[in-house]
């Protein structure tokens, strides 16, 4: 079999990537002046809950898979769960040499009236987890281990881009999406992550953006890539399928609800009152959804079925996300409800329907973004914390930053993929597409 040149290039990053970790300088030992805490600051409650939602969020992505794999064509199976699986090992990579320092390093932005607003970090403060230690850092997750801090950003990190597989499923060249979700993790998740969740973050300090567990920087994000991923590469030769394995989705949705435990309640980094909150809003709005999903398929002449029981619950769990800590039981019930409506709403729109996104990854995880930072930027409690609790200057500096990440993510989604396209064509070849990803890209079948 003839090797092509992409995979010879693709085991030379690795085995460079290698090498250079062999050699890469220790870590200090001491923590660094004015940044990192003495190790009396971790507090032992806080690290057991921060390591357990670390597994808890990885846990989602093999969900993902299972999620997603249920839900395409048998012949499309095996490929579509291991675009999810490979994020494991792909952003993982990513994260420890310069995701990581991209995303939480030092700040590099811009002055506005004499105050500095960060748009990406410095790609060499933590390079290759340098620095990065069992010192508490001073601003961010003062009571665990910088590396537990770390360790638990990187789930998030791994996540997002395979949520957007589901809009290009069935059609992609696998080659072709390693290469674009590094370069959406390069140049549209980092800066993105560091401008909401970096202290002096452009959107979270000038704009003052609420999201608790990124409904912004992860779900909108993906959403608005998997729309610019569905427009680019075109529809499918044959639109229509049956889900190959409805089981494997309401297992995937079993786990990604478990899972999504450690992303909300974990993201109030520690064990406390916030994270118990966290944890009952989370669970209440995926139950309401998921009921008011089925509800409103049946008023609207539809069948309650397993797949859109399955679709509300995490449409409920993607919505309640940005809010997760900010609002109350109460709000989570609305939030879940009003959530669900409008995705169902946009999954059966016409217009919507003419760009194959292929699992309606847009309608789901991008719409159910926008209504959860919406909804947060209404309802979310504390000082000057939202329309409700602030008046509409807080709420319209949301909806502007609304727009600007609207707008970076899905235009600058575009420009990735057509980039990716100029170095590696995105879509296989029509036999291939034709005979089934499985077999055309990995040689595997699981009949």
Sequence with gaps: MKIEKRWIISFIIISIISIAALFWPEQTSLPLPRTFLGEDSIVGADVAWILASSGLVLLMTPGLSFFYGGMVGKKNMISTMLQSFIALGVI???WVVVGFSLSFGESIGITINGEHYGLIGNPTTYMFFNNVGVFPHSRMASTVPFILFALFQMKFAVITPALITGSFAERVRFISYLLFMVLFSLIIYTPLCHMVWYPDGLLNKYFGVKDFAGGTVVHMSAGFAALAGAMMIGKRKNPHHEP????FVILGTGMLWFGWFGFNAGSALAAN????????????????????WIFFDRVNGRKVSALGACIGAVVGLVAITPAAGFVTIPHAIFIGFISAIVSNLMCNWKRLKKVDDTLDVFACHGVGGIMGMILTAILAQGENAS???GGFEVFAHHMMALVLVSAFTFLGSLILYKLTDMIIPLRVAEDSENIGLDLSQHDESHA
Excluded: K, Q, R, V
Aim: a neutral charge.
């Design 273 to 292: 009152a916030t994270a118990a909150m966290a944890f009952g809003t989370t669970t209440i709005a995926s139950g309401t959804a998921m009921l008011s």
């Design 92 to 94: 993982s990579i990513f």
């Design 387 to 389: 329309l409700i609790h």
């Design 244 to 247: 190959s394995n409805i089981p």
